[in-house]
């Protein structure tokens, strides 16, 4: 497994950074496992987790979903996936308006229509308690 390989597994797992996994990974010697429990370890002490609920749609139910996901709140990015492949990361903050949102829906309808299986990524913020 390369680097960048490792450093999309430890961003899937945990919600950090490109930079974040970089450096715990450089700081691990490239050993992935050491690197998730340092990261893991590091969020638990800040007192902060992310979750990553995954979904599976299909092309149809891909703009209602999300329209779905947004409502709902309590969102920071979703991320469309198809067969692995990233199409797009949207990230969603309070106070969102649709006008905002316009430009990703609209792409994501014209994706809609090229692709059948879809993979969301909904990433969320939750305060971790002991």
């Known amino acids: 497994m390369d680097t960048l390989e490792k450093i999309d597994q430890i961003r899937q797992r ?15 010697n490239g050993d992935l496992i050491s690197a998730l429990i340092k990261l893991e370890k590091e969020q638990k002490q800040a007192g902060k987790h992310v979750n990553v609920d995954v979904l599976q749609v299909k092309g149809q139910e891909l703009l209602n979903k999300i329209k779905e996901i947004i409502k709902e709140g309590n969102v920071n990015k979703i991320v469309v996936k198809n067969d692995e492949r990233t199409l797009m990361e949207i990230p969603v903050t309070a106070g969102v308006v649709g006008l905002v949102l316009f430009p990703y829906l609209t792409l994501l309808a014209g994706a809609a229509a090229l692709y059948k299986d879809y993979t969301l990524e909904i990433e969320r913020d939750s305060d971790m308690e002991e």
């Open 14 to 28: 945990l919600g950090v950074t490109y930079e974040e996994a970089y450096k715990a990974l450089e700081e691990c």
